[in-house]
């Protein structure tokens, strides 16, 4: 549900771990990032998310307006596509209702004032849907069939598909009643006579039109339509081409994706640089607009190209002026806070810089305070704290909006470095939808020396325990590394190539690793487990093993970001941290979270009072590994090397 994203560490009992929290980006306040755009040829637009929010305008130029607290009350949706026929009447289609039905579209003849529930007579989620102006729709209705309407969505009629075990996730039909389908497993599909004849189409994949080396994925459509003469048609993210009465695909590489309307009043395609382009008949650029960063949808209608992205809604008319609206002003009609954090007492928002809060998920935001600067950054802090972070200074306030104290950055790393410190911990834990445990080692500050060595164990049961450690740690390593914190937060420090150590032996091995998959893709079996993988098509194997040699020349900022980011999602969250306290009781922590490490643990978060940073200095580990050597695994230093050369390929 959220787009761009900012972290928070939250300092639990025995555990600590990362969490993302939304920035203020989502268009019309909406509550989810799945967002769909309806555009009628009257120059209507209506906006809806997958979680019910629906926001509308009569014109391009005046501000949408919410209109779904009837919705939020009456049902509980997930919604995959949003058809509107004209600036009155419309439907909403998806799955997952709490009416325990899936044999229901919410239909409305009033802008979205009111929703009334309608049976379309079929029963299973609906995966996509299209309509004209003339009252047509089509629904795509899993494992059953399509669902047909002719008078705007008041009455359905069954219609068949090709493959009743197959599900049709993008369809798409015009005005003389030919559609075609593709599946989310290598089948496709036209017909000329609404639904009732079909001739399943060769695919690409099928016509050996790219070489499939992502073997794990679904051989899926990502989207089909009719241009003209032509069948167009994006598999597993390929876009490609073919005449309609002799089918032969022909890729087009130059292009991630493709709009146009059932009456075919344009085609437009997207770039690989993000840019969107107005096609000639023959594919060929008109013009090009640029793109942006955060796309939800893209609609073409009437000759005209709208794209919501972050805030904004921009059209690309005929003519090939671009105008664009903020989707964030003041006069949004019925505008909500966006959460930003919550606790056991309750969620917080924020709106035009004013904090908000709600004891419930449904309750009703009520205003705390307003922050004086614009620029701030919301956390919630301990449970009961709220925290507004500007680039220099952290406001603490209480959870009824009391200003209760204020700190510079630097002041308070270096206050917390000038004193002593008394206690030094390391925690390895898990969590997951079935266990939860933590085993905290601390060592405290007597005589100069950190001992006395203390192992708390909690939670379920487990097999990773802690390993073996020293009885005394010397405090001059503990000073030693005390000196080098503020420079932790400051990201000019964090990890070059060089200080990952690569040699030759690790280079060479990597290559070694590529031609293995190589070689297994061209047997069409699995890679060997903790081999070099890559999730894609049309791999060029050459250009890939050459790219080995080109990590040793990373630039540092690219570096980061690439050991920034996250391979692998999972319900289980491991951990590993260190814990310093001086003697004024503050406390700083370093944390990295996984599901299985690299070589060095990156990215680490460093958390003192609120302020957080993730970072990857490899100071950390030098310290670690002086003082607890055994707590690090060792070695993966190849996986790590695999792991770049997925980003930078």
């Known amino acids: 549900m959220v787009s761009k994203l900012r972290n928070l560490v939250i300092i639990g009992v025995g555990l600590i771990w990362s969490v993302r ?65 004209s600036q009155d009447t419309g439907f909403a289609a998806g799955s997952g209702y709490s009416a325990g039905s899936n044999n229901l579209i919410y239909h409305t003849a009033n802008q ?75 089948m496709l599909a036209y017909t000329k006579d609404n639904c009732t004849t079909w001739t399943l189409l060769p695919t690409p994949l099928d016509q050996k039109k ?51 309307d059932p009456e075919n009043s344009a085609l437009f395609f997207r770039g690989k640089d993000g840019s969107f382009i107005r096609s000639d008949l023959d594919f060929k650029k008109i013009f090009s607009m640029p793109g942006y960063s955060r796309i939800y949808d893209v609609q073409c209608k009437n000759g005209s190209l709208f794209v919501i992205s972050s805030k904004m809604l921009t059209w690309l008319g005929t003519d090939n002026v671009q105008v664009s609206q903020d989707l964030d002003k003041d006069g949004l009609d019925q505008a909500e806070p966006n959460w930003f954090g919550s606790t056991g007492f309750g969620y ?54 009391s200003l209760q104290s204020k700190a510079s950055k630097s002041g308070l790393i270096n206050s917390f ?15 997951g939808c079935f266990h939860s445990y933590s085993d905290k080692l601390k060592y405290t500050n007597t005589d100069g020396n950190f001992e006395s060595a203390e ?53 060479a091995a990597c290559r070694k690793g590529i031609l ?9 079996k699995d890679n060997e487990k903790n081999g070099f993988n890559l999730n894609r098509n049309n791999i060029d194997f050459t250009r890939l093993t050459n790219l080995v040699d080109s990590i040793r020349y990373l630039q540092r900022e690219r570096l980061n970001r690439i050991l920034n980011s996250k391979e692998m999602y999972s319900t289980t969250t491991n951990w590993t941290s260190v814990m310093l306290a001086n003697e004024a009781g503050d406390c700083l922590s370093i944390s990295s979270s996984y599901l299985e490490p690299n ?16 970072i990857n200095n490899i100071e950390i580990n030098k310290f670690i590994n002086a003082v607890y050597p055994s707590l690090l695994q060792k070695g993966g230093k190849l996986q790590l090397m695999y792991q770049i050369l997925r980003e930078i390929y």
């Open 210 to 260: 790219y070489r499939k080396t992502n073997q794990g994925s679904r051989p899926e459509f990502n989207k089909v339509a009719i241009f003209k003469n032509y069948f167009l048609v994006m598999q597993e993210e390929m876009v490609f081409y073919s005449l309609r009465d002799s089918v032969d695909w022909k890729p087009l590489p130059e292009y991630t994706d493709f709009y146009t």
């Open 417 to 431: 470095c000038s004193q002593e410190i008394r206690s030094l911990s390391f925690d390895r834990g898990s969590v």
């Open 21 to 85: 929290l939304p920035a203020q980006d989502l268009p019309v306040h909406f509550s989810s990032t799945m967002i769909n755009l309806s555009v009628t040829n009257q120059g209507n637009l209506i906006l809806s998310s997958r979680v019910g929010d629906i926001a509308y305008t009569n014109n391009f130029k005046v501000p949408f307006r919410r209109v779904d607290k009837d919705i939020r009350s009456a049902w509980d949706p997930t919604i995959e596509r949003t058809v509107f026929f």
């Open 599 to 614: 070589a060095f643990y990156f990215p680490w978060v460093i958390s003192l009072n609120g302020l957080s940073r993730r």
């Open 112 to 186: 979205g004032n009111t929703w009334q529930r309608v049976d379309f007579g079929q029963s299973g989620p609906v995966d996509d849907a299209i309509g004209l102006e003339n009252g047509e729709a089509w629904l795509s209705v899993a494992g059953s069939g399509m669902a047909y309407t002719s008078d705007f969505g008041y009455h359905w009629e069954k219609r068949n598909i090709p493959e009743i075990n197959q599900r049709f996730s993008h369809i798409f039909f015009n005005s003389r009643k030919e559609g075609i389908i593709g599946s989310r497993w290598d």
């Open 455 to 507: 192992i708390d164990a909690r939670g379920s049961k487990h097999k990773n325990e802690l390993p073996d450690y020293e009885e005394v740690i010397d405090s001059r390593l503990v000073s030693s590394f005390v000196t080098k914190i503020p420079g932790l937060f400051d990201s000019l420090n964090d990890v070059q190539v060089t200080d990952l150590q690569f040699t030759e032996t690790d280079y």
């Open 348 to 401: 917080f928002g924020i709106l035009n810089n004013s904090v908000y809060y709600k004891p419930y998920f449904s309750g009703k935001w009520e205003f705390l305070f307003k922050f004086p600067n614009e620029d701030a950054l919301y956390s919630v802090y301990k449970q009961n704290q709220i925290i507004g972070e500007t680039a220099d200074s952290l406001f603490y306030y209480d959870s009824l909006g």
């Open 516 to 524: 293995k998959f190589q070689h297994a893709i061209e047997l069409k």
